[in-house]
């Protein structure tokens, strides 16, 4: 069936745009949910997505509002679904709008319909589906499909043959007259593997013949007629005389086709050249709209809109269009059906050039989060959207059109988000299907109208939870201590959150008072450590000034309690900041002290000093956590081999390993190697860029406290070069800190023992438990799968039927951690791929046996010094339980610990899988699964409990020792 993006711009006064914003949110709650009005309304009408936005226009433009549709059928579908069935609230809009119209709807739609091209004389566009063919009824239908199936697993365990197990699931179907139609497959090509595509050198050379007819052709057209008029005249003087006009008419044609198209090439690198790009901030009022409008709740999906405007100027107009043919043409011709480049996470997407305007739009439906969609952009297909975005005023700086730009992540991130508005009115069909997810639904279907073999059906089988077979130097002691390691021989440990006295003077003296005691570098003293970090609203208790302070990303600004971090954090329910005990909105924390001691007296003899200090300077202890002390190490025993978690696992064992510290050189591997700048500001990332800073200008640090925020004399450099004055310039107030994430997290141990002991029972005699596994350990083995890692710490990627202590007894077993989930088990048959480990850390399991990949994970990960607590350390009236002091590192909060969060850990299809989030960590509500993959069929593990609830936590900034004095200082600075 045919399917259209549709654009309508109806354009109304500027006056007018603020209250048809405010219409539009009015209407949300009419969007989502099974008995919103407008959601019922469009309910089965064929409109995958539509979504409504007012783009604002610049002095001498008109104001539009614009509508953005994506359906199944003609341009004219979307137009008369949306004039008969929305018009009521459509035209509540136009009347806010005070747009007229004489005829219906429809009619009006339909007159300002854009449609675009990529021609010399269209309106500028481009159009992308994610899933070309799909009607939205067969994605519906086909979701059905595979939703019945599973559940038909989960009572009807497959066992025999996988073709006798096919064969009864036909049986099933043919039995069910909502499911009998589906037994006839309908193709999708979009299944088929495919290598990326390699350079093709007659690709490229045919790419660049059929552009320089499609955008020359009125040059090529003149020289032609050149040619033919002096060999016509020059043939009246002889035959010789014409062949001899023509070849030389000939080579000046070429000769002039070759100087305009490099007079092009060469006014855009001068425009290139002279692009300045913008690096400002975005407004926080709107960061914080942005963060209402995405993310909601019960929802796979988000949508972007995207308004920027374009360079003035010819050549801009024909690079845009020359990019967009570009893109189209790789689409076509190079990409898979559906996928753009290697991203396969967007449904829908459309670039077009706003008519009468200097405005590009760009309207994206996708998976996931706004992060982890722009992640994919700036790894996977950063040339794209450099083509086309450096075409607007303010993009990262690029070369040759299609380099550079969107590569630098980071800046790229910030700039896109100042082109962005909320989208207040967005409807999508299926809001809880992912493109992965569309694309597996309609494999289970095709297969099983057509599979006849075993291995068709064993493969069958694996889409249910499994995946298709493959066929083959730091400035130490600047960073606080605890970066470098958990600090195992100071067993000892209390935290302690603070709320400091609102005079910024004695907030000040306060941390003046403790700098000299705070622990910096990777040789900690041998009796106490002392780690400070503070939140957004201690930076503001210090004095920090308001521009500095909106400098912060974010996440760390917003906190973890707000509104808008709850939803992507899964902090619902019981989980909800109301009910934590610190960190929320009625115990709100500015600062943490995290102390560590050799002994006992020792801790207590320091922390009784220090709450001393911290009454003294009019601050108030909100809350204590006393962590259970360590054990002490044996000889040869490592932290890992002896710490236990609350539910009895080995702990700490998979780490990221920071290049350049001590650890990297004692034990420098390519899987857990990461860069300084993936955990430190200051330092280059993974792609070699420098995280954003929080800066600070000169005159606020008339002490010289901070380093450059540009160390030009030394970056870059051979050798350093002071042949320029930095007394001007600005500071960086980030450099060799770091973003904390703090969470107190009650376990219910005895909630979780009870379920592995009864599952144990329950699925004793399912076909998927290994016939080599010893009974007594059937529980430990639920467990185990649900974790990823048996108790003793070995994985079991390479454990699969017992821990390693049983075949290898002794107390000096190392946890495994240099395996790779991807290659060794890429099906999920050891390890399920929605096991807690694999969630947290998917290696290269999401492209197995991928350095790319690896490279790409790494960029989520967080470095964790958390340590457990029992009932009396919790500190927690209403939870007497033990848990986890969970804590982090991370140089971007968003891009790390929320990703991990939100893509991984409580996403319901994660690799694929259906309605399943972390069994260990999520929130099911006893209603949580995990699919167990195994040659014979998956074990559905089900009703999977509650096994953690969160008490407590906050985003804090861990300073480095000079920002640490230059915090300490700002009150006599004069800020």
């Known amino acids: 069936m045919t399917q259209s993006l549709v654009t309508s711009a109806i354009p109304f006064g500027i006056e007018r745009a603020d209250p048809v914003d405010a219409k539009l949110k009015e209407f949300r709650p009419q969007l989502f949910g099974k008995e919103g009005l407008i959601r019922s309304a469009l309910r089965d009408q064929g409109v995958h997505f539509m979504s409504i936005t007012v783009v604002r226009g610049d002095v001498g433009e008109p104001t539009h509002l614009v509508f953005e549709m994506s359906v199944d059928g003609k341009p004219k579908h979307a137009f008369d679904t949306v004039g008969t069935k929305l018009e009521s609230f459509v035209s509540d809009i136009l009347s806010v709008a005070a747009i007229q119209s004489t005829g219906s709807l429809s009619q009006l739609l339909a007159s300002h319909h854009v449609r675009t091209g990529q021609g010399l004389f269209d309106i500028p566009g481009l159009d992308f589906c994610g899933t070309p063919g799909m009607t939205v009824a067969r994605i519906k239908r086909e979701y059905l499909l595979a939703r019945e199936l599973r559940s038909y697993f989960d009572t009807h365990p497959p066992a025999g043959a996988p073709l006798a197990t096919l064969s009864r699931v036909r049986d099933f179907v043919k039995a069910n007259a909502n499911l009998a139609s589906l037994l006839d497959p309908e193709p999708f090509p979009r299944l088929a593997a495919e290598e990326p595509p390699r350079f093709d050198f007659g690709f490229v050379l045919s790419l660049a013949f059929r552009g320089l007819l499609k955008f020359f052709w009125p040059v090529l057209c003149l020289l032609g007629l050149f040619v033919v008029a002096a060999t016509i005249a020059a043939g009246s003087q002889g035959f010789t005389v014409g062949v001899i006009a023509f070849f030389l008419s000939t080579i000046i044609a070429a000769v002039v086709v070759i100087v305009a198209v490099v007079s092009v090439y060469l006014g855009l690198r001068r425009l290139e050249e002279a692009n300045t790009a913008v690096d400002t901030l975005v407004n926080p009022d709107v960061m914080a709209s942005l963060a209402d409008a995405e993310n909601l709740k019960d929802t796979q999906q988000n949508h972007l809109a995207g308004i920027s405007v374009m360079q003035a100027g010819w050549l801009r107009g024909l690079t845009l269009r020359i990019a967009f043919w570009v893109i189209g043409q790789m689409a076509t011709r190079r990409f898979r059906p559906g996928f753009l480049g290697d991203i396969s996470t967007i449904h829908y997407a459309r670039w077009l050039r706003l008519p009468k305007t200097n405005k590009l739009l760009f309207f994206s439906n996708y998976g996931g989060s706004w992060e982890s969609y722009l992640e994919d952009f700036i790894t996977r297909a950063s040339g794209g959207l450099t083509a086309v975005w450096s075409n607007t005023i303010g993009f990262p700086r690029t070369e040759n059109l299609f380099f550079k730009g969107a590569t630098d992540g980071d800046r790229f991130k910030r700039w896109a988000r100042r082109q962005q508005q909320p989208t207040w009115f967005w409807y999508s069909a299926y809001p809880h299907l992912t493109t992965a997810r569309i694309r597996t639904n309609a494999a289970i279907r095709q297969g099983l109208g057509t599979v006849s073999t075993e291995d068709e059906a064993a493969a069958w089988l694996g889409l249910f939870g499994s995946r298709v077979r493959p066929a083959t130097s730091i400035e130490t002691f600047e960073v606080q201590t605890l970066l470098y390691g958990g600090l195992s021989k100071h067993p000892y440990a209390t935290c302690v959150a603070i709320r400091l006295s609102g005079d910024s003077k004695q907030a000040c003296a306060w941390l003046k008072s403790i700098e000299d005691q705070i622990t910096f570098g990777d040789q900690p003293p041998a009796d106490k450590v002392l780690i400070c970090a503070l939140t957004a609203d201690g930076l503001s208790r210090l004095g920090l000034p308001s521009d500095v302070h909106d400098a912060f990303p974010t996440a760390f ?349 409580t996403a319901w299809q994660f690799h694929g899988l259906e309605n399943e989030v972390d069994p260990i960590t999520g929130r099911g509500g006893g209603m949580g699964r995990l699919t167990i993959p195994s040659p014979r069929g998956p074990l559905n593990l089900t009703g999977i409990k509650d096994f953690v609830r969160m008490r407590g936590g906050a985003y804090l900034f861990m300073p480095s020792r000079s920002a640490v004095r230059f915090l300490a200082r700002l009150s006599s600075n004069g800020c």
């Open 557 to 905: 600004r917003l906190g973890m309690g707000s509104p808008g971090r709850a939803n992507l954090l899964a902090d619902t329910g019981d989980d909800q900041a109301g009910q934590w005990l610190w960190g929320g909105p009625e115990n709100a924390v500015d600062a943490v002290l995290l102390i560590y001691a050799d002994s006992e007296p020792t801790l207590a003899s320091y922390l009784g000093k220090l709450v001393s200090g911290i009454d003294a300077a009019g601050g108030q202890v909100i809350h204590r956590v006393t962590p259970t002390p360590l054990p002490r190490p044996g000889p040869g025993e490592t932290a890992a081999q002896t710490v236990r978690e609350p539910f009895g696992f080995a702990d700490g064992i998979s780490q990221p390993i920071i290049k350049g510290t001590r650890r990297w050189m004692r034990q420098s591997d390519t899987i857990h190697a990461v860069e300084p700048g993936e955990f430190l500001l200051g330092y280059p990332d993974a792609r070699g860029f420098f995280p954003p800073s929080p800066q600070v200008p000169a005159e606020i640090d008339p002490g010289n406290l901070l380093p450059l925020a540009e160390p030009n004399h030394s970056r870059g450099a051979l050798q350093p070069d002071f042949g320029s004055s930095s007394a001007a310039a600005a500071r960086d107030l980030g450099r060799n800190g770091s973003f904390l994430v703090i969470r107190q997290l009650a376990q219910y141990v005895d909630v979780f023992n009870d379920y592995v002991c009864n599952a144990a029972k329950r699925y004793a005699d399912h076909p998927a438990v290994p016939d080599q596994l010893d009974p007594d350990l059937l529980p430990e083995w639920i467990g185990a799968k649900m974790v990823g890692r048996w108790k003793d710490g070995s994985s079991l990627v390479r454990y699969p039927h017992g821990p390693a202590t049983r075949k290898q007894p002794g107390r000096h077993f190392r946890p495994d951690n240099d395996f790779l989930s991807g290659a060794e088990d890429p099906l999920g048959e050891r390890c399920p791929l929605g096991a807690h480990i694999r969630r947290s850390n998917p290696r290269d399991s999401l492209a197995p046996t991928s350095k790319d990949e690896l490279s790409i994970v790494n960029r989520h990960r967080t470095l964790r010094v958390g340590r457990g607590f029992d009932a009396v350390g919790a500190n927690d009236p209403e939870e007497q339980k033990p848990g986890l002091l969970f804590m982090c590192f991370n140089a971007d909060i968003e891009r790390q610990f929320e990703f991990i969060q939100q893509t991984w850990a």
